[in-house]
Every structure is written in C-alpha cells, then in structure tokens.
C-alpha cells in the first residue's frame, strides 16, 4: 500500500481514509513458478560459437540460439538436445532461447594437462570416438592415443583408430601397439581409400573425430561429407607440425549418422580419471578386479592383485593386462 498524504496529530483514521495507488495497467504479480516448456520445440546443438548456437530442430531447420539466463552456469555444447522457446524462425536477424537441456547419454571431457583442475566438456550424447593418427608426416604420438584412449573409455564411447597416409609409411607396426585393446582400426591412404568399411562404422552413429594438427583429419571427414567442405591446412616439411584449421566442434550428418569434427588438439589432459574409472573401460579386467585386495592398485607391484592370478590361468590376456597398465601409468593416478 502507499500512502497518498501523512496523517496529522490527532487524527483517527480508517480504512476509508486510505488511498491505494492501482497497479499499472497489464501488470501480473510475480511468482516463482516458472514455465515448464512440456511442449517446446526439440532439437540438436549442431554448433557452438561466441554463446551463439546453432541447433537443428526436430522438423529440419537451423535455428540460431541463445541460452536462457537460468541455464548460462549450466553450458550447452555441440550434439546436446534441447529445447527451444521464443522466436524460433530461421530467419536471418532471429534469436530463440534455449530453456531446457535434456539429460546427456555421454559427455566427453578434457582438460589442458593434469594439473587443470576444470574438465571442459567437448561434445554431448556421442557413441564413438574416432582417433585419427598418420602413419608418418607428422609421426605418429602412441602416448597420444593412449590419453585418446583412456578418454574414450572413461566416456564410455567406443574407439576407433584410423591411420592416414598410409600410402606414405607401413603403419603395421605402429598398430601392433594396440594389440590388447578392443579397437577397431581402419587403414586409408589417398590413393587406396578405406572409406567403405568407415562409412559402415558411422552410420547410425554420433562419432567425435580427433587428432593433432597435420593429421589429415579434416580431408578425411571432407571425403565422407563432400557438401561439407572445411579449410585444411599445410604440414611443415621440417618440423612436422600442423596448422590448426578448426575452431569449433561441429556436428556434420552422415549416412543416418554424425560426425562431430573437433579443433585440433596438441595436448589432451586427463586431470580426474583415475584408475577405478579407467577400470571401468575394461569389462573383462574390471570383473577379475572384484576380487583383489580393497587398496589394490592393479599396476604390475601390486601384490596379491587377482588380474595376474587371472592371467596366469588363462582367464585373461595378458596384453590386454599390459595395456590396462599402460594407461593407468600415462595418467598417473597411482600416488
């Protein structure tokens, strides 16, 4: 209430006497209750620029949007579903908001080097991670695939190991590293393209493509998606570096899947995996593990460790034990 004049001494009043200014025309109380959106428009984060982004929606437009306030602690990144509220037109100069991001199936996370205590989330509800490496010019970085790696499982995606240029250098022995880890590689060179066996591996398929500077990655995904067509960059005859082409990960469809091309990635830090997590990418080690020790390492001076007692009878293969290890080591995450 507002009080339109100040009572004098001695004067009784009552609610006669008292003028209340009327709320402004149209104006509503306010409430906490906010809209639930049950039937706003769905769609897919294809793009992620300067806290713009561009989503398809579930009836086939590109629609530019921005995050609704409530939502900017929370992030949006590419393949995550949203929903959609406001103006949502794909016309030129139209801005909708995003009002609700649905629950991720998977998150693939990075962070710059161990000691970065912030993952930053990559890409949203992805099933595969396709690690590109080339055979030679640059060389190839085992210790790279092997972070790549545990990224992948620690994700719960699926990895898959492509070798480009191959025409160029014999990558077999390179593979062979590889031998103890459920990988499916897949060998393409420019003039024996492997893109078939590829092709069948995506369809149907959210697939995150990575791999360092000068790699070939970006030609490659140019050759599955011709009608999307990114910069490639030149290779330094001496020093076997890559410039980067990619700013942005982006979501390209192929084949009643997708694709999600990546900028190019020097370092790929694993601060926050540990090795109960990376374990958990290894479905015949973590059953064995069930019944080591309960401060049980798992790493080769572990004593009593039940992953070598399974080894020795059999159970399991021993360089799929060594891998485990290999990738524990590389993260460091045994004190």
Request: glycine share 8%; hydrophobic share 40%; net charge negative.
């Amino acid at each position: 209430m507002t009080w339109m004049f100040e009572p004098g001494p001695g004067m009784d009043l009552d609610e006669d006497d008292v003028r209340i200014r009327p709320n402004p025309k149209g104006s509503k109380p306010r409430t906490k209750r906010r809209p639930t959106h049950d039937d706003a428009l769905m769609g897919m984060v294809l793009e992620v620029h300067l806290a713009r982004y561009k989503v398809l929606t579930e009836d086939g437009r590109e629609v530019l949007a921005t995050l609704a306030k409530e939502l900017r602690n929370k992030g949006c990144v590419t393949c995550d579903r949203v929903a959609l509220a406001g103006e949502v037109s794909d016309q030129k100069g139209t801005l909708a908001r995003i009002v609700r991001i649905e629950p991720r199936t998977t998150e693939l996370t990075r962070s710059s080097d161990e000691s970065d205590t912030g993952d930053q989330t990559i890409v949203a509800n992805a099933d595969q991670l396709a690690i590109v490496m080339a055979a030679t010019n640059p060389e190839p970085k085992p210790r790279l695939v092997d972070r790549y790696l545990v990224a992948a499982m620690h994700a719960g995606l699926k990895p898959i190991l492509i070798m480009t240029k191959c025409d160029l250098t014999d990558p077999t022995d390179f593979i062979e590293g590889f031998d103890g880890f459920d990988l499916k590689v897949i060998r393409h060179s420019q003039d024996k393209p492997d893109l078939e066996a590829l092709e069948e591996l995506l369809a149907g398929k959210t697939t995150v493509f990575v791999g360092h500077s000068g790699v070939g990655k970006t030609s490659l995904i140019n050759l599955l998606a011709p009608d999307y067509v990114r910069a490639t960059g030149e290779v330094n005859e001496v020093t076997g570096k890559g410039k980067h082409t990619s700013s942005s990960a982006k979501a390209i469809p192929v084949r009643d899947g997708w694709i999600v091309d990546t900028p190019g990635v020097r370092t790929f830090g694993l601060a926050g995996i540990d090795a109960i997590g990376l374990l958990k990418g290894f479905a015949d080690l973590d059953s064995a593990s069930a019944e080591c020790p309960r401060d049980c390492s798992h790493l080769a001076d572990s004593p009593d460790c039940e992953l070598d007692v399974a080894v020795e009878a059999g159970k399991l293969s021993a360089s799929r034990l060594d891998s485990f290890r290999r990738l524990v080591l590389a993260i460091g995450s045994i004190d």
